[in-house]
């Protein structure tokens, strides 16, 4: 029996130019996430994340902090899907960047709609896979941990694939695997226990790393 670690990547740069990149915050999440599991005496068997750059800056800091872990596979089935894609089926329109509270929640609202539309198939946002590929993607990545790994195996990905993953786990409809997907914190860690046959949810979206009084500011969403 093994278990799996489906981190989120560091806080990105929600509102910039470039989504895709940690902000000087999320290096040190990612960091702080790595020096806590060197600190317990965890070990890595084999590391999976997808091919984002916020993926593999998050997986370098993490590995700063072991300082001794396995390569990363690179996967794209855990790449996250496009935001502003999903959000155009329901608004076509551009959103200015979001700077306030209220551009915040709307943002959000129209993400959770175009969401829904997307995994009922009642709309099919540009450039991206049907849901079922997408969902089938991040089961076939469940599977090979299944059947390749017996001991902890890390992904570093996002919100999108992290929830998909855990609402496979569980048969949540897809209301819930919606919220399951924005209430992910950054560098959160979700552990999924696996045999060769399943995999069992043990903890979703903790910050172990960040519970000291030190780090309360550095728990973050975006």
């Known amino acids: 029996m093994g278990t799996l670690y489906l981190v989120r990547h560091g806080q990105a740069s929600f509102g910039a130019g470039d989504y895709d990149v940690l902000s000087p915050l999320g290096h040190r999440q990612a960091?702080?996430?790595?020096?806590?599991?060197?600190?317990?005496g965890l070990v890595f068997e084999a590391v999976y994340t997808g091919t984002l750059r916020r993926h593999?800056?998050?997986?370098?800091?993490?590995a700063a902090g072991l300082e001794a872990v396995p390569a990363a596979e690179e996967r794209p089935a855990l790449n996250e899907y496009d935001a502003a894609a999903v959000v155009a089926t329901v608004h076509p329109d551009p959103l200015p960047p979001a700077r306030t509270p209220e551009q915040y929640r709307h943002h959000f609202r129209l993400l959770r709609d175009g969401l829904a539309r997307w995994m009922d198939g009642s709309a099919q946002p540009a450039g991206m896979p049907a849901f079922a590929d997408f969902s089938a993607g991040i089961a076939a990545v469940l599977e090979e941990v299944r059947t390749r790994?017996?001991?902890?195996?890390?992904?570093?990905?996002?919100?999108?694939p992290i929830a998909t993953a855990v609402g496979q786990v569980l048969g949540t409809p897809a209301a819930t695997t919606i919220e399951l997907n924005?209430?992910?914190r950054n560098c959160a860690v979700t552990e999924l226990v696996f045999?060769?046959?399943?995999?069992?949810?043990?903890?979703?979206?903790?910050?172990?790393h960040?519970?000291?009084d030190e780090h309360r500011d550095w728990h973050t969403f975006a």
């Open 31 to 40: 960091r702080r996430l790595g020096d806590y599991w060197r600190d317990k």
């Open 56 to 62: 593999l800056e998050t997986f370098a800091g993490i």
């Open 149 to 160: 790994h017996t001991g902890n195996v890390l992904v570093a990905s996002s919100g999108g």
């Open 182 to 184: 924005l209430r992910i």
């Open 195 to 208: 045999t060769p046959r399943r995999h069992t949810l043990l903890t979703f979206n903790t910050l172990p």
């Open 210 to 212: 960040l519970d000291a």
